[in-house]
């Protein structure tokens, strides 16, 4: 059935109707068209959902529609709930929960998991722990094709994946992988020990998400196994998972590249206080840097007051010069970021923008000397001190936009903080000294 | 084996047992270390390998390590290597080679994929027809789970996935989706038709990539079937090829929003022509514009010869208002992207910037007023002026910054291009005569 059609169901209270159609949709379309009524409603029709497309649901709410269900709720409907929930959407449920509800979570659970949950919290943010989850398919090595299909068939319907299959051995340590692909189309006959695939691309509990990402990327598999240090499988990550760690990791990079400190919360749903304190550290930072400019303008007033026309420019020439820089930082941030640029591509990168940002700001240089002298009729010495400081300050910007992401990765700091606001406060400066400088000796002031 | 060993054996031509090595390694890990060898030796050992593994590594290359290994293989081992390519990367490759080079792979294919190829490569750039592949399993609604499994079986090995099985009917219209863990965890007598997910998620071959991806973020399923506009089955796309979409979307909106051209070319092997292309004429366009700005300074130039102080604030507040202007364009950008804020909100952005931007331009003007008077020494008609403008230039310069983006989308420009270096341009002109104006009425002049 259409979502529309539902919606208007839910609008005319057929519930019972609109309940039935839910039942038969897929999950993401149920959570959107629940997600959109209002919260009485959204109640009424969560409660009348299977139990396990209720749990699904669940999982895909924001934290504000999850605390709505937790406190409205029963115990047994909670425990319906929290027993169908995979493990790494049970332990993210109760890291964003308030206390009191966080207890009454907790249960409903049996004290094994209890104790497995305070051991998942405990991992640090962003790591590979936090990020996966335990329900997976582990086999024995000795075992058959067809016993490992036996289990499959049992045990399968609960698991996170069933695409990957982990070997372990007695101690929980992984010993290697075998696909279901390689299970269905093998003899049944042969043994797990003989088919698995024992060199295994595997991340550490405590791995930051975004390694975990690279994986992901250059392997292309739909999972990866978890290891503590001992080498013992603990979880596994889906790539389900990555893809929404992905758009973040972008996210946060977008954020902090504009100045601002990043946040998971979307925009809409973001308020106003927490929003201007996204965004006023590092405005306050930069305009504070700024008057370090106001103060290369300030010592050579004296210029600018025998000949003011040169102040016509210097809107001109800083955004040049910034924007020049924000090119250069954002693709030796992005190229970071990727992985297609490493701090050992130092002088490729500082040899690329010398050859690239010379070219550019001659270019720029003569559209602006032609520009100056014909359309604007300016005298030469000035023309020329404009367009010599273009060149120099383009090359210098991009210099400086291409050095300072490679520094920061260096140092350990998110090289995203150096991109374009930061390149463009200290490009300023640069293009203003250049300016007066040349037009001291050109223009004999 | 360690990549490094191998990389050894390499160094000292012990070309049989670095082979060894690489053929029980992943393709991803030999693909990397055969990138980095010099050019004779990647093509000594990459005539080496086994053919499937071949075929998976070639399929990794960029489009000049193809061309190297396709101009120098005989006809017989490129048949070896296009035979094993999966379709959708023959396609790629086609796409990528130079006249001479198609003419030679085409040769080595048969006249029917030949055919199918030509109509592939009739798709759009950047729709889902570009970016399917045929090689998916196809079950009939009759056959019962055991004859899926023995089909699978059979064929398996030669999809792209099996983890999702489509059932069409005679006609090839799609009918139905069945995973395979549903099959595997069903009863073997089970009849396929009365199994298989009826309500299926599906893309056209006219899609764009974008929303490609976002059907794949929201339902979280590991491929998609492709259909055309009568309903038949024409191909599918699988996860891992949506994780490169996406990559490569953010990337291009990054370099879009730093004002250049987007490139899909990795920043070390783009030319040095190329990339100062890619970024000349954004930033010709922005100079240009910012003349404007430098008009403005000309028109008030008797203020700023009255009171030449007055200058050294000039570079503060046009940065202070690009930074400000640039945070919301880029927050309501990513927020378009991810499908956060639609063209609808259009008054929720207008009445969220204002509130943010009031409390933001209220804090920085405050902490700005307090440092001249106290730190500067300006006297206090001056710090005013310089106050206010802060006040009415964020709030300006958030509210540009939230709209444009929204007029963008409605106009179907790419968002991406109302960012940073174009509001700046746009902000630093209404900085300046809010400046002059505050000037002019504050202090008399």
């Known amino acids: 059935m259409e979502i529309e059609k539902i919606e208007e169901l839910i609008e005319e209270k057929e519930y019972v109707r609109a309940n039935e159609a839910l039942s038969t949709m897929n999950e993401a379309d149920v959570t959107e068209i629940l997600a959109a009524c209002d919260p009485y409603k959204t109640l009424l029709l969560f409660r009348m959902l299977p139990k396990r497309l209720a749990a699904e649901v669940f999982s895909r709410f924001t934290p504000e529609q999850q605390l709505d269900i937790v406190s409205s709720v029963t115990s047994e409907e909670l425990k319906d709930i929290v027993n169908e929930l995979y493990f790494d959407d049970k332990v993210d449920l109760i890291e964003e929960m308030p206390a009191n ?40 090595k000795h075992m058959t094709v067809r016993q490992a299909l036996d289990r499959i068939k049992k045990t399968g319907m609960n698991k996170e994946t069933i695409y990957t299959c982990y070997v372990t051995d007695a101690e929980r340590r992984l010993e290697g992988i075998v696909s279901l692909r390689t299970l269905v189309t093998s003899d049944e006959d042969l043994v797990i020990g003989d088919i698995m695939e024992p060199d295994i691309v595997r991340v550490n509990t405590h791995d930051d998400q975004e390694n975990v990402a690279h994986s992901f990327k250059k392997y292309g598999y739909l999972a990866l196994p978890v290891i503590d240090n001992e080498n013992r499988l603990t979880g596994i990550i889906t790539v389900d998972d990555i893809i929404d760690i992905m758009e973040q990791e972008a996210t946060e990079d977008f954020q902090r ?16 206080f927490a929003m201007a304190w996204q965004r006023l550290p590092w405005l306050l930072i930069l305009m504070v840097s700024a008057t370090f400019t106001g103060r290369i303008m300030g010592r050579y007033e004296n210029i600018l007051t025998q000949a003011v026309v040169l102040s016509a420019f210097i809107p001109m020439l800083m955004d040049t010069g910034g924007n020049s820089g924000s090119q250069t930082s954002t693709l030796v941030i992005r190229g970071l970021a990727l992985g297609d640029i490493t701090t050992r591509d130092w002088w490729k990168v500082i040899w690329k923008e010398m050859s690239v940002s010379f070219l550019v700001g001659v270019a720029l240089a003569v559209t602006n000397f032609v520009r100056l002298l014909l359309l604007e009729k300016i005298e030469t010495p000035i023309a020329l001190t404009v367009s010599i400081t273009i060149v120099v300050t383009v090359m210098a910007a991009k210099i400086v936009g291409g050095v300072l992401p490679l520094i920061a990765k260096l140092l350990k700091i998110d090289p995203a903080i150096m991109a374009g606001p930061l390149i463009t406060t200290i490009v300023d400066a640069l293009a203003l000294m250049v300016y007066f400088v040349a037009a001291t000796a050109l223009l004999g002031l």
Chains 1, 2 share one sequence.
């Open 101 to 140: 509800m966080v207890k009454k979570i907790l249960s409903v659970t049996g004290e094994k998991e209890r104790e497995l949950i305070n051991q998942f919290l405990n991992y640090p943010e962003d790591s590979a722990g936090s990020l996966m989850t335990i329900e997976y398919v582990d086999l024995k």
């Open 257 to 272: 590249m504009a100045a601002m400190s990043p946040s998971e919360e979307a925009y809409l749903s973001t308020g106003v």
